[in-house]
């Protein structure tokens, strides 16, 4: 049976055809090697501030959810840490019955997610308008359920991320966010249209696919294994390999012209090719479990609060099950 299911993938996933094409918002792109650029070494003093948050689901039930944001960015300069800016803050996040007006103007009962922020480090980055949402607005929900009110938390990361990304722009040469510039939640274009020309985003996964079925990232390694490179997608996308040892390939939105710098931060042999910028921020702002853990203690355990628990059995038989296990 695992020699069948092996044979399988080797068909059906790791054989790919010659010419293939790139499916990118909706378009196709034919591979072609002359879209390859070599990355060449540089020498810059310039600043690069890199951005990535952590979340942590405190306390959750259907019909409220509190979480722990960290919003964290390391500044280097020739790759020696400057100065770093930590925010962090309490989300909670209600379900309310409200009306919402349809396209014929008529108004019905619909059940939103609205927000408010409590700042623990640092000023509030976001405004709790742009996390009013319906539960069944597309950008947040999955299959034809209504979304659950955790998902809040996701797009308030989100949100906080490039805000402070919007600031920093200004203070030095380069921001580098983890993930992509694509807008994904609603109200996120309020955001991204803040951002000039040399705030970029480098993701470590990509779900882009080939028309084949195949992935470009391991595709285009195939290609051009050898070198650091970036290769032309579209627009301001690109894939690169930082370093030439490297197994990964990057998805790279932004500006060209802070690659050099990202492959010459990109030595860590804790993960090579990937810029320890990223890694040192993904630490900084990581919520772990026991922190987690704590955080929540200090809400369950205070007296006032132990109606909080009739709640919680409404949502925890995983936990419960989990336990047993």
Not at 147 to 171: D, G, M
Request: proline share 2%; aromatic share 10%; glycine share 4%.
């Amino acid at each position: 049976m695992i020699n069948q299911i092996s044979n399988e993938i080797k068909e059906k996933i790791l054989s790919f055809p010659i010419e293939d094409k790139l499916i990118f918002n909706n378009k196709l792109i034919s591979l072609d090697k002359t879209n390859f650029s070599p990355i060449s070494e540089t020498v810059s003093l310039k600043t690069v501030a890199f951005i990535d948050g952590g979340q942590a689901e405190i306390i959750s039930a259907g019909n409220f959810c509190l979480s722990f944001i960290r919003i964290f960015a390391q500044v280097f300069q020739d790759n020696v840490k400057k100065e770093s800016f930590k925010h962090e803050f309490y989300l909670l996040t209600t379900a309310a019955w409200k009306n919402d007006e349809l396209k014929d103007g008529l108004l019905k009962e619909e059940l939103f997610y609205e927000s408010k922020l409590f700042p623990v480090l640092g000023e509030k980055l976001i405004d709790e308008t742009n996390l009013f949402i319906s539960s069944n607005d597309a950008t947040i929900k999955s299959g034809v359920e209504r979304a659950a009110i955790s998902k809040v938390t996701n797009v308030a990361r989100r949100f906080s991320e490039l805000s402070l990304a919007a600031k920093l722009q200004e203070k030095v040469d380069y921001v580098i966010l983890d993930g992509n510039l694509d807008p994904t939640y609603k109200n996120e274009t309020k955001f991204t249209s803040r951002l000039n020309g040399n705030v970029s985003a480098l993701a470590k996964t990509s779900s882009l696919f080939t028309v084949s079925g195949n992935s470009p990232v391991v595709l285009l390694n195939k290609l051009n294994s050898d070198s650091c490179w970036s290769y032309f997608v579209d627009g301001t996308t690109y894939f690169v390999k930082l370093h030439q040892k490297a197994k990964h390939v990057f998805r790279f939105d932004g500006n060209k012209e802070a690659l050099p710098i990202l492959m010459q931060n990109s030595h860590d042999a804790i993960f090579l090719g990937y810029p320890y910028g990223l890694i040192h921020t993904d630490k900084f702002a990581r919520v772990s479990n026991e922190e987690r853990n704590a955080l929540r203690m200090q809400f369950l355990l205070r007296k006032e609060n132990k109606e909080i628990l009739e709640y919680l059995s409404t949502s925890n038989a995983h936990e419960v099950l989990d336990k047993l296990g």
